[in-house]
């Protein structure tokens, strides 16, 4: 399967975006995808999971402003987040792998491209 993650941009603090993570070549339905991010300098880090059934899991920074979910008959997996800080600027990827939950960036098989999002303070 194909990933591409689109969306990201420059906004102010506080402000929202959603990210998107398209699949081709196969249906996204029977995978889970997680959305990663990494930051000048850091390392990649997790950010949300979801499962195949729409089950999901959160890093703590991303409670309560992130939302994560898809629409599996559009093959896409979408990363709502709301009230964003300007540590939230990262590259964010969506990656997929077909059994597992997991937040180890290495458990998945499948990545996107990754895109940029910069939060201006």
């Keep these: 399967v194909q990933l591409q993650a689109f969306g990201g941009g420059l906004v102010q603090a506080g402000g929202s ?3 998107s993570c398209a699949a081709s070549g196969r249906t996204l339905s029977t995978y889970i ?6 930051a000048p300098g850091k390392e990649r880090e997790f950010v949300a999971v979801i499962n195949w059934g729409g089950g999901t899991r959160y890093a703590d920074s991303a409670k309560g402003r992130f939302t994560v979910s898809r629409d599996n008959g559009k093959s896409t997996v979408y990363l709502q987040m709301n009230s964003l800080k300007p540590e939230d600027t ?3 990827y969506c990656a997929a792998n077909p059994s597992r939950v997991s937040i180890q960036a290495g458990s998945y098989d499948y990545w996107g491209q ?4 910069t939060v201006s303070s």
Excluded at 33 to 38: K, M, P
Excluded at 114 to 117: D, I, K, L, Y
């Design 17 to 19: 975006l959603r990210l």
């Design 33 to 38: 995808v997680a959305w990663f991010r990494q």
């Design 90 to 92: 990262a590259v964010y």
């Design 114 to 117: 990754g895109t940029q999002v």
